[in-house]
């Protein structure tokens, strides 16, 4: 038997390849959108891909498994379980299996067993593996996608929150410590294979290493330590980050099908920055995606920033707005896997881009913003001059904040915007200052200027302002 780990930082997704070597029949678990790297393995291991197994509709990321098929011809393993509100709907011509509790399927010598295991969503799924190219007659692992991580759980809120299904939080709360007391019933010796990893916003306390055992997680997963329901549903449900606004769009996405890859609009490179300010004068989106410090000292009036790193496609998702035309600023080095970024949470309408340094080149009068420290924030506030906006989660800010701040979470600032008082100057305030960056780059873009960025963030608040004021 063959199994490879892919992992996706950015969106701290798991995905797996798991291959038959006898008869070189291989499957993807949980696919990505970009299916390159399974593809070179292909190639290198001589596999042919026959299936790509999903766990459930992803909320996170758009799922590479009409990728595959479009490539490879494979077969959809899919869930039939839950209501008619989350049954797949973009099967058409597509070769697929509908699957529910207890159906078996086999690849080569190897045997897949389904699990039904809702909470997270109602038709969430897991996947038993068993090899039988050997002596083995009992399964070796489980793949869990989003029921069970290292160290959490599934979070049962998105369908509520990010989908806008009412009620359906406390029911999949109470459908989850069923499931888990099902996974309780699994042999420790279980490997188990879950498809995020820390930093991953479906769940709020997601471990950082790839795999666990059925076994460790009894006994250490805070989510398996309650017997009383009442008291799991409750402690389950309190403290969930506030869930991307794409959630919603990925959900429709991976139910509903989306465009192919190969599909999707060609890109037209600009090369001048009247070009930009014409594109940001009809009403298009313009994203610049150098480093914060860059974007501060000059910038385009009317883009956005959101650097490229780790946090990128998560923040993306929250602040682009997926039914206007994208264009992007960048270092075109990283232009393709800033199109991969942006492709995973089917951010697709992007058309254009530019090489950043030489479009600002050329423009005249930059936009800008200033970096303050906290101690200059903290005079500024005194002398009644400025107030603070604190941009974190919600379980940031009720853990404790600056007196008087207003709260709006950066990914939800874009929607408002009528709530920001522009009558004294806005101190931008994160944890570390990243955050806030992106929340001074949205009120500028939409002509908001009176504002400075607060450097450090709350953590250096705390260290420079607070420890003093004690």
Not at 362 to 385: C, F, I, R, T, W
């Amino acid at each position: 038997m063959l199994l490879r780990y892919f992992y996706d930082e950015k969106l701290a997704h798991a995905s797996y390849v798991v291959g038959c070597q006898k008869t070189g029949e291989a499957v993807v678990v949980d696919p990505m959108r970009d299916i390159t790297a399974y593809e070179e393995l292909a190639k290198k291991e001589k596999l042919n891909f026959v299936g790509a197994l999903e766990t459930h509709i992803h909320a996170d990321f758009v799922s590479g498994s009409r990728e595959l098929n479009d490539r490879f011809g494979t077969k959809l393993y899919v869930s039939d379980e839950g209501d008619a509100d989350w049954k797949y709907q973009n099967l058409d011509g597509i070769s697929h299996q509908l699957l529910k509790d207890g159906d078996q399927f086999k690849i080569g010598n190897l045997v897949f067993d389904v699990m039904h295991t809702p909470g997270h969503t109602p038709e969430s799924i897991s996947f038993l593996l068993t090899d039988k190219g050997g002596s083995a007659d009992k399964p070796m692992g489980i793949f869990t996608g989003d029921f069970v991580f290292v160290g959490d759980v599934g979070r049962p809120d998105l369908l509520e929150k990010a989908a806008g299904i009412q009620g359906t939080s406390d029911s999949g709360a109470a459908s989850m410590f069923k499931s888990i007391e099902r996974f309780k019933a699994l042999p420790d010796y279980l490997q188990v294979w879950p498809a995020h990893g820390a930093g991953s916003a479906c769940g709020k306390a997601l471990g950082a290493v790839p795999s666990t055992t059925v076994g460790y997680e009894k006994a250490f997963n805070w989510a398996m330590q309650f017997d009383d329901e009442a008291s799991f549903k409750k402690a389950l449900l309190e403290g969930q980050p506030e869930p991307p606004y794409y959630f919603a769009v990925m959900k429709s996405v991976n139910k509903v099908g989306q465009k192919l890859i190969k599909d999707l609009p060609e890109l037209k490179e600009i090369t001048s920055a009247a070009d930009v300010e014409a594109l940001l004068a009809e009403g298009k989106q313009v994203l610049d995606m150098r480093p914060a410090d860059a974007y501060s000292k000059g910038h385009i009036q009317g883009t956005i920033n959101i650097p490229f790193n780790n946090s990128f496609t998560n923040w993306a998702g929250w602040v682009v707005d997926y039914n206007k035309p994208l264009y992007l600023l960048l270092d075109t080095e990283v232009l393709d896997e800033a199109l991969g970024a942006l492709r995973s949470v089917g951010i697709d309408e992007v058309y254009g881009f530019a090489e950043a340094e030489t479009v600002l080149a050329q423009a005249d009068n930059l936009a800008s913003y200033e970096n303050v420290s906290p101690s200059e924030a903290n005079e500024m506030v005194e002398k009644g001059e400025a107030y603070v906006l604190d941009v974190r989660n919600q379980t940031e800010f009720d853990e404790g904040h600056i007196d008087n701040a207003e709260h709006i979470m950066v990914g939800t600032l874009k929607n408002r915007l009528d709530e920001v008082d522009t009558d004294k100057t806005i101190i931008v305030q994160c944890q570390a200052g990243a955050r806030s960056a992106i929340a001074a780059s949205v009120l500028k873009a939409n002509g908001i200027d009176n504002l400075v960025n607060m450097t450090g963030g709350y953590s250096k608040w705390q260290q420079e302002v607070a420890s003093v004021k004690q």
